[in-house]
């Protein structure tokens, strides 16, 4: 079994001390960075861009994971990859061509990953799964932090699990919404090896963000 990981999402830190947040959070243990970047067309939301990305690569030197909500993405690619993303994932419903786009993202060197919605099969992704390094399994529809799990999810980290093992694949089976202490280890069990979390992070236990990492990684 791979380590479990956790990837805390700045999506729930305080946005006028970013830079701060980060430190707390790589002092706390996190394993990366989630960075949620939305676009306000793919989904109903706006967050950062390539500018604040680059000056937040000042602040830590842990992996920058960059989840694109953005579409059409291809084209915004390669301004992530110099702004310092280290991880780079995309929807197939962000773009013309799901093989090119995950490509291009290997030609930058930087890590790839394929994000699947609630309502998005596995299927989907088929063509790319021996190309990828990580596949995140939303667990809400994205948009907003701090929306509830969604436990019909738990199904389709088992079967990708599956589907993995049964193809000897290597890729990180990571989720993303509404992670907290319980449902934690439900998605740990089904398979997944990388959370992402943010409001349990930053606010749970008055904000005590190493016991809240920690406790996150117990099965």
Partial sequence: MKKIQ??????????????????RLEEGGADMIHVDVMDG??????????????????????PFDVHLMISPVHKYIENYADAGADIIT???????????????IKKLNKKVGVSLNPDT????????????????????????GGQK??????????TLKKIKEEKKLNFDIEVDGGI?????????????NILVSGTTI????????KKNIDSLKLV
């Fill in 6 to 23: 956790i990837s805390p999402s700045i999506l729930s830190a305080d946005f006028s001390q970013l830079g701060n947040e980060i430190k």
């Fill in 149 to 158: 799990f969604m436990p019909k999810v738990v199904e389709k980290i088992k």
């Fill in 202 to 209: 930053f606010k749970e236990n008055n904000g005590d963000i």
């Fill in 90 to 104: 995309i929807h197939p419903e962000a773009t013309d061509n799901l093989i090119n786009s995950v490509n291009l």
């Fill in 41 to 62: 067309h793919f989904v109903p939301n706006l967050t950062i861009g390539p500018p604040v990305i680059k000056r937040l690569r000042n602040y830590t030197k842990l």
């Fill in 180 to 192: 907290n202490f319980e449902n934690s280890k439900i998605v740990i069990e089904a398979g997944a």
């Fill in 121 to 144: 099969k596995i299927n989907t992704i088929d063509n790319v799964l021996d190309k990828v390094d990580l596949v995140l399994i939303m667990s809400v529809f994205p948009g907003f």
